[in-house]
């Protein structure tokens, strides 16, 4: 039992060596490029006092393609398509009280949750 211990443990250690030892440089950075262009996009969630929420988004170089609000068990509530700007009115009057998630895609094609909660 302990020889076969052993040799899984030899096996496990020694099939990983390669990846380690012969790492190459250019794939990591062009890992690291085509991560940049899927990079974490800022916004901000500005409450205006009309039961609106205004969706901005920091980065100029970006656009907000479609908008879906859904409740926290995960049923969709609100869906906006086609806006392509930089800056979206949510209308939040319809919303009750509780928790909800905002999905949002961005003219990249990256999907981003952030967290609403209504009182």
């Not at 443990?9 to 085509?34: I, N």
């Amino acid at each position: 039992m302990r020889a076969f211990l052993f040799y899984l443990f030899l096996f496990a250690v020694l099939s990983f060596v390669p990846h380690l030892a012969y790492s190459d440089p250019e794939k990591q950075q062009s890992s690291s490029l085509s991560d940049s262009s899927k990079r974490s996009v800022p916004v901000n969630l500005i409450p205006t006092g009309n039961h609106e929420l205004n969706l901005q988004i920091e980065d100029s170089h970006f656009k907000v393609k479609s908008v879906t609000i859904y409740a926290i068990i995960g049923k969709p509530v609100m869906e906006l398509k086609n806006i392509n700007l930089n800056m979206v009115k949510l209308p939040t009057e319809q919303l009750k009280p509780g928790k909800y998630l905002i999905k949002y895609t961005l003219s990249n094609n990256i999907d981003q949750v952030i967290q609403l909660v209504k009182e």
